[in-house]
């Protein structure tokens, strides 16, 4: 199975040329906006990747999401995570779908790690196509409470987060929907704790007012766990994102907490809430991509089960 590096390998030159974030991430770089001519060298790939029966399953909810965003309510988009194109695919499939999707998608901020920067001038070509906020990953901080990190790293962490904290309060105020993976990293099948909901969710729901769960079926940029992006394999497939219906953030986290077991924590109730509707979702999606490969209409903006 081919590389990207092998087969985009001078789109990806010309990205790395174009780039214009820092490979070093400090409390001042944190807010970065959008590289719209490396966007549109990802599209020429993704118009080669994502086949025909490709759809995104409740498009209007997110739409719906962005409108109530603009009214002056808070809102966060939880998306499933299995690959480092799973936001390039999701803006790809919103622009499809006419001018307003795409308002609504360019409002999009992503909660993105720090190693995105730091790994590679390759990979940091590919991130920045979209616009983000840069934090120190939560699976790090965990890391660094069990003592494992030096003093130094956990103070720079702070700061980080801290700055981040901030972007993110100014951009949730301004507009702008919060997108975030609350896995913090990509599944990796054969890896159960890839699938692990952080913790931190809990956190981040408790600050918005409304949030739209996205499930993912088909992937056509295949983790490589033995490299970094440049060596993910290409797979040309039908991928479907779903949308659930427009969720309170205070409803949905109150039920949690309340029917959380006797020997829970409650951030952890949230957690596990939020894995189970991420999973609902990502039936949906697998229904409506089963339908697509059989032949099936193809998905449309009909809404999925609440």
């Known amino acids: 199975m081919a590389t990207i590096r092998e087969v985009y390998g001078d789109l990806a030159m010309q990205m790395v040329q174009n780039s214009r974030q820092p490979d070093r991430i400090t409390q001042d770089a944190i807010f970065q906006e959008s590289n719209l001519n490396n966007r549109s060298l990802i599209e020429k790939i993704l118009d080669d990747l994502v086949q025909p029966g490709s759809s995104l399953v409740g498009a209007d909810h997110i739409r719906e999401l962005y409108q109530r965003c603009k009214a002056g309510e808070p809102a966060l988009l939880l998306l499933e995570h299995y690959s480092n194109f799973d936001i390039p695919c999701l803006f790809y499939l919103m622009h499809k779908l006419g001018r307003e999707y795409a308002d609504a998608i360019e409002s999009v901020v992503a909660m993105a790690a720090m190693k995105l920067n730091e790994e590679s001038r390759f990979v940091l070509a590919f991130t920045e196509a979209y616009t983000r906020i840069v934090i120190y990953p939560g699976r790090a901080l965990e ?71 996205v499930g993912i079926a088909g992937n056509v940029l295949l983790v ?19 949308a659930s219906p427009v969720i309170s953030c205070s409803q949905f986290r109150n039920a949690a907490r309340e029917a959380a077991a006797s020997d ?17 979702m990502h039936q949906v999606a697998q229904l409506a991509r089963a339908e697509a490969l059989s032949g099936s209409p193809a998905a449309t903006d009909s809404d999925p089960a609440p």
């Open 143 to 213: 890391a660094a409470a069990r003592g494992t990190q030096e003093e130094e790293e956990i103070r720079k962490a702070k700061q980080i987060n801290m700055s981040a904290m901030r972007e993110m309060v100014r951009c949730k105020n301004t507009g702008r929907i919060i997108l975030l993976f609350p896995t913090g990293t990509r599944y990796r099948p054969g890896v159960p704790d890839s699938k692990r909901i952080l913790r931190a969710v809990d956190t981040y729901i408790k600050g918005f007012r409304n949030a739209v769960f």
């Open 224 to 242: 490589n766990p033995e490299s970094e992006m440049s060596e993910d394999f290409l797979n040309p497939d039908i991928v479907t994102f779903a």
């Open 264 to 280: 829970q924590t409650p951030k952890d109730a949230v957690a596990e809430a939020v894995g189970r509707k991420l999973d609902e």
